[in-house]
T-cell receptor, first 115, second 114 residues
Framework: EADIYQTPRYLVIGTGKKITLECSQTMGHDKMYWYQQDPGMELHLIHYSYGVNSTEKGDLSSESTVSRIRTEHFPLTLESARPSHTSQYLC??????????????FGNGTRLTVT | AQSVTQPDIHITVSEGASLELRCNYSYGATPYLFWYVQSPGQGLQLLLKYFSGDTLVQGIKGFEAEFKRSQSSFNLRKPSVHWSDAAEYFCAVRPYSGNTPLVFGKGTRLSVIA
């Protein structure tokens, strides 16, 4: 089993609140990712990082931000939550070694509802 | 633009029947190919992967997939489906350059009936 943890598992929050979704992995992986998964299942890459102090935006425009101060930790922050942010957020990581063959290991996700 | 297509949004099969989930990609060269499964309320779990060698790869839970270069396909198969296989299945590719994020298909939802 992959050792990647997301908290909280479920979150219901009011509009305008600031929230941080936590993601930690204990595998020493350099690469980490955040995906947003809509109700129709499709996964959208919103942020990724290839190492400490490295972050990139993904394919889907997002109002969230990320940081990568430590290898094992990749939190995602929404400064002001809106109902349009209601979704499932999946964190993943992969090893630098193995090149393109390295699979992603996923956490169990955070299901966010903004009221 | 690089893309991954899973033509079937939803498939229903009877328990014990065979299964094939389709995946096509559009890349110039052979990419790295993956299949993932997602159970309700969970993250994605790797079923199998391919990057070179034997074009028929075996994965976990009795799944296999066959890479066909001529068809740009990487279809997932299982000879006999179990009720516990009901889940969502995602095909994903990474270009051969390696240092880019995975591109996922939109997924296929599998339902299993008795």
């Amino acid at each position: 089993e992959a050792d990647i943890y997301q908290t909280p598992r479920y979150l219901v929050i009011g509009t305008g609140k600031k929230i941080t979704l936590e993601c930690s992995q204990t595998m020493g992986h350099d690469k980490m990712y955040w995906y947003q998964q809509d109700p129709g299942m499709e996964l959208h890459l919103i942020h990724y990082s290839y190492g400490v102090n490295s972050t990139e935006k993904g394919d889907l425009s997002s109002e969230s931000t990320v940081s990568r101060i430590r290898t094992e930790h990749f939190p995602l922050t929404l400064e002001s939550a809106r109902p349009s942010h209601t979704s499932q957020y999946l964190c993943a990581s992969s090893a630098r070694t193995g090149g393109g063959n390295s699979p992603l290991h996923f956490g169990n996700g955070t299901r966010l509802t903004v009221t | 633009a690089q893309s991954v297509t899973q033509p079937d949004i939803h498939i229903t099969v009877s328990e014990g029947a065979s299964l094939e989930l389709r995946c096509n990609y559009s890349y110039g060269a052979t990419p790295y190919l993956f299949w993932y499964v997602q159970s309700p309320g969970q993250g994605l779990q790797l079923l199998l992967k391919y990057f070179s060698g034997d074009t028929l790869v075996q994965g976990i839970k009795g799944f296999e997939a066959e890479f066909k270069r001529s068809q740009s396909s990487f279809n997932l198969r299982k000879p006999s489906v179990h009720w516990s296989d009901a889940a969502e299945y995602f095909c994903a590719v990474r270009p051969y350059s390696g240092n880019t994020p995975l591109v996922f298909g939109k997924g296929t939802r599998l339902s299993v009936i008795a």
